[in-house]
């Protein structure tokens, strides 16, 4: 059996949730400090040691979305989750921890960095870039060659033309 720690129970967490049983996944739990969804508090992490195979970060801002990976990484493994309902190149790389919803068109030689969000219908064109703890809003496009800096957010329904 498969199971997931997902870290937060917001909106996204609750999405990731039905994305993550959708792909492969048997099980999947929240921790999260403010959430009543929670099997426990993010700062306790340690006591499922065992009990789950990978965890993955549910929430939007880069910087918590990082201080969180890099606080549980040495401890669980780091879930990457690409929806069956994506299309990704056999060439493209997709980091650690990384989200791919359905409807995500990812090119060759598409490189997205580590706990990336790509969000429903985004389309990387090929040779793109998307660095670490990005969010590539719905619909989203990154055109070829085009390069997303680490930590940016790029808007619902927006273009991205060149380095941002």
């Known amino acids: ?18 994305l993550a049983l959708e792909s492969g996944y048997d099980d999947a739990d929240f921790l999260d400090d403010n959430s009543q969804l929670a099997i426990g508090k ?12 990978e965890f993955i970060v549910a929430m939007g801002n880069p910087q918590v979305r990082k201080k969180c990976v890099e606080m549980i990484a040495a401890d669980f ?22 989200i791919v919803e359905p409807g995500c068109v990812v090119y060759r030689a598409c490189t997205i960095g580590q706990s990336c969000l790509i969000n429903a219908g985004a ?18 496009v990154v055109t070829a060659r ?3 800096a680490a930590g940016t957010k ?6 991205v033309h060149s380095a941002i």
Do not use: W
């Open 123 to 140: 389309v990387l064109n090929h040779d793109s870039t998307v660095g670490d703890f990005c969010q590539i809003g719905c619909n989203a």
């Open 42 to 53: 993010i700062a306790d992490y340690k006591k499922f040691i065992g009990e789950y195979d």
């Open 1 to 18: 059996m498969k199971k997931l720690l997902i870290i937060g129970a917001g909106e996204y967490g609750r999405l990731i949730k039905d």
């Open 77 to 98: 493994k780091l879930a990457t989750i690409i929806h069956p309902r994506a299309y990704v190149s056999g060439d493209a790389s997709i980091g650690a921890g990384s």
């Open 154 to 159: 790029v808007e619902h329904g927006s273009v």
């Open 146 to 148: 085009a390069v997303v």
